[in-house]
């Protein structure tokens, strides 16, 4: 007979499992863990058992153990498409021992939402609950709730997902030292905002916060921004000028993209590591300085040391304590308190009534990938409210507003509209036209989208934006050869 926990309140869970250990287990979590969510359990111990169940009531979960179902079919993968038939919509997670990839992968064509091998705790099956639930536009809460380090809006960030509350933890426990922090995550996912906090929560949030990115300024200016200069070092010094790490004393640098720093620079930021002294250009005598070092890159740094790119000696003095920043499609649930905390933010700004995303436009939201993360929800929220004034984000404002998504949809379909011919010519073309030169078409129209602002239109080609500055430079030398 089925056995039941919690109470008569949504969701209902159901589990499918021989034996009682995640039954026990879940109930211990949701009493002992638990924000208060009352969620009604019933187990049942095979196959058969489930499909009873589940012709006769509706379930919003459901856990099953692919080793309890083989009465139904002995193709496990048979046998899980049997209950997921039945399951009206059910999030289903499957549980084998000894699992494997290929279990893994019979389950999701089965119709299983994930799968994981036993065991496995209530925890991490709740926590991925959620994940799925925000996914799949329920937003199942059953997380306790969120305390002083892992708040909605802890220090700049917005979120509250289990991978940020991990982020929150490690910012807490490292901000104190003074040892250098190595950031990674891709474009858009908050490195600038992290190092912030880190600095926020450090024994030196009295002092600077100096950031300065490595792939924004030209090679030939960079050990002068980095360094200082001393008056007539060099035609155009026309004074003393501090560099950041001098600006930065007794507090934080942050230097972004740490990645597009010249070799030279990288072996005199390795000296400065090393030694805690400078020099400023045109200078002989050292300046001690008291600097704390947080660098970030959006690229691999370990294929950038293969490459041949970074110094392997300066990454290993920097790579002390390592942060690394989830994609925003690995944190589905934090989607929408980002999207909305923007829309407040900016309709204050604007002096508009916007006051929420109507259901559908959140569904959309929520069901896309976001390959610009936490920037791009930035930047097409505030198109948003400065184009319309409503008092609810509808799909249609979305539309008008995605202007990357309009231009990559419309490049596509051209492409599937055009006929064979028309491809092969175009394909013609485009082979007669030097490669510098479509180069330079495709980064003039994204600097042309984003109102010449190399930085956005780096990120949105997925380049750095050295690349843009050199690759502008090129292009002067090729065309000024040709008018020759």
């Not at 991978?163 to 910012?171: A, D, F, H, K, T």
């Not at 509808?394 to 309009?406: F, G, I, P, Q």
């Not at 599937?416 to 129209?445: T, V």
Request: net charge negative; charged share 25%.
């Amino acid at each position: 007979m089925p056995s039941s926990c919690g109470s008569s309140r949504p969701p209902r869970l159901l589990i499918v499992d021989h034996s009682n250990s995640v039954l026990n287990d879940c109930q211990d979590f949701l009493d002992n863990k638990g924000n208060g969510m009352q969620l009604t359990c019933t187990h049942v111990s095979s196959g058969k058992q489930g499909l009873s169940a589940l012709k006769s009531h509706d379930f919003d979960i459901i856990f099953v153990d692919l080793n309890s179902i083989d009465e139904l079919d002995s193709d496990a993968e048979i046998a899980l498409s049997k209950i997921a038939h039945y399951s009206q919509g059910a999030l289903i997670i499957a549980l084998s021992e000894g699992g494997s990839v290929t279990m893994a992968v019979a389950a999701m064509r089965a119709g299983a939402h994930d799968y994981f091998a036993k065991p496995v705790t209530a925890k991490t099956l709740f926590e991925r609950l959620e994940e799925l639930s925000a996914r799949h536009g329920k937003k199942y809460q059953f997380s306790p709730p969120p305390e002083e380090g892992d708040r909605l809006d802890f220090e700049g960030f917005v979120g509250a997902s289990p991978q940020m509350r991990v982020i929150y933890e490690q910012i807490g426990r490292i901000a104190p030292s003074n040892a250098p922090v190595f950031i990674t995550g891709e474009s858009g996912t908050g490195k600038e905002v992290c190092a912030e906090a880190l600095h926020a929560r450090s024994n030196r949030s009295d002092g600077r916060f100096v950031a300065i990115n490595c792939g924004a300024i030209p090679r030939d200016l960079m050990e002068t921004e980095l360094f200082g200069v001393v008056k007539g070092a060099f035609t155009g010094a026309m004074q003393d000028r501090d560099g950041a790490v001098e600006l930065a004393n007794s507090g934080t640098l942050f230097l972004d993209e740490i990645g597009e720093l010249d070799l030279s620079l990288q072996a005199k930021l390795l000296r400065f590591l090393q030694t805690g002294s400078i020099n400023r250009v045109g200078e002989a005598m050292p300046r001690k300085v008291d600097v704390r070092i947080i660098c970030a890159t959006n690229r691999n740094p370990m294929q950038m040391i293969t490459e041949k790119q970074f110094r392997e000696d300066l990454f290993y003095r920097l790579h002390v304590l390592p942060i690394h920043l989830p994609p925003l499609r690995q944190r589905p649930a934090d989607i929408m308190p980002i999207a909305e905390t923007f829309l407040s933010r900016y309709s204050e700004e604007e002096g508009k009534e916007f006051i929420g995303f109507d259901r559908e436009t959140a569904e959309q939201f929520m069901a896309r990938d976001w390959p610009g993360n936490v920037r791009q929800i930035q930047n097409l929220v505030r198109r948003i409210v400065v184009m319309h004034d409503e008092q609810l984000v509808t799909a249609r404002m979305v539309r008008l507003a995605d202007v990357e998504s309009k231009a990559h949809q419309q490049s596509r379909e051209e492409l599937r509209a055009a006929p064979i011919a028309n491809r092969h010519a175009r394909a013609q073309s485009a082979i007669l036209e030097p490669l510098w030169k479509q180069e330079q078409r495709i980064i003039e129209e994204a600097l042309t989208l984003f109102d010449g602002n190399i930085s956005q239109a780096a990120a949105a080609l997925e380049i750095s934006p050295s690349t843009i500055y050199r690759k502008k430079m090129s292009w002067e030398k090729m065309e000024a050869g040709n008018a020759a």
